[in-house]
């Protein structure tokens, strides 16, 4: 079974630190990687997509993939308590259109 | 540009009834996508459809029925509803090209 998995938390930081969140993945032909952020009742967000091996960037965000090791990052950088929300880890191994889910982490960036 | 809607937002219903969801997307993308998302178990694919007419079935089937006969359009009927479909209904959308996916608003049921 291909399998996404994140640890639930919640990931406590202060406002202004740096927040990482992590993925591993089992399924190594997967090829495309996401991140998505929900808030409490509301839909998942796209953030950051990330195809090859290395570093991403986007604003405070930063996408990490190490497919060698099958896991990939987000880093949010100058945390701030609006970045609070559930961030979703999503997988597609490029058969077929499909994503596989993370179960997400919560963060909390407390003021 | 609406991007992708849903409706009802909300619905309550009772068990036994039939009830649908509605999907629209004005981005014509060709593929759509039907989750549930309910606590401890995350967003599980439910149906997605790659094209008008093509449809298939996701990782929870059982007891939802769809159809796609417009590219905009991707209805979800619960033929008979149970409590046990209680839960958020999440409508996504993708060109197809990069796999990212697009999501509606979303529609929270309770069946009673």
């Known amino acids: 079974q291909k399998e996404v998995e994140q640890n639930s938390g919640p990931l406590s930081v202060p406002e202004g630190a740096i927040a990482s969140l992590n993925c591993t993945y089992s399924d190594r032909g997967s090829q495309s990687f996401f991140w998505y952020r929900q808030y409490s009742g509301k839909s998942p967000e796209l953030i950051m997509s990330?195809?090859?091996?290395g570093d991403k960037e986007d604003g405070r965000f930063t996408a990490q993939l190490n497919k060698a090791s099958q896991y990939v990052s987000l880093l949010i950088r100058d945390s701030q308590p609006s970045d609070s929300a559930t961030y979703l880890c999503?997988?597609?191994?490029?058969?077929?259109?499909?994503?596989?889910f993370g179960g997400g982490t919560r963060l909390m960036v407390k003021p | 540009d609406a991007g992708i809607t849903q409706s009802p937002r909300y619905k309550i219903t009772e068990t036994g009834r039939q009830v649908t969801l509605m999907c629209h997307q004005t981005w014509s993308h060709s593929y759509m996508f039907w989750y549930r998302q309910d606590l401890g178990h995350g967003l599980r694919l439910i149906y997605y459809?790659?094209?008008?007419?093509?449809?298939d079935k996701g990782e929870v089937p059982d007891g939802y029925v769809v159809s796609r006969s417009k590219t905009e359009n991707f209805p979800l009927t619960l033929e008979s509803a149970t409590r046990s479909q209680t839960s958020v209904y999440f409508c996504?959308?993708?060109?197809?090209?990069?796999?990212?996916?697009?999501f509606g608003p979303g529609t929270r049921l309770t069946v009673t």
């Open positions: 459809s790659a094209a008008a007419d093509i449809t």
């Open positions: 990330i195809y090859s091996n």
């Open positions: 996504a959308s993708s060109d197809g090209t990069f796999y990212e996916q697009y």
């Open positions: 999503a997988v597609n191994n490029n058969a077929g259109n499909m994503l596989t």
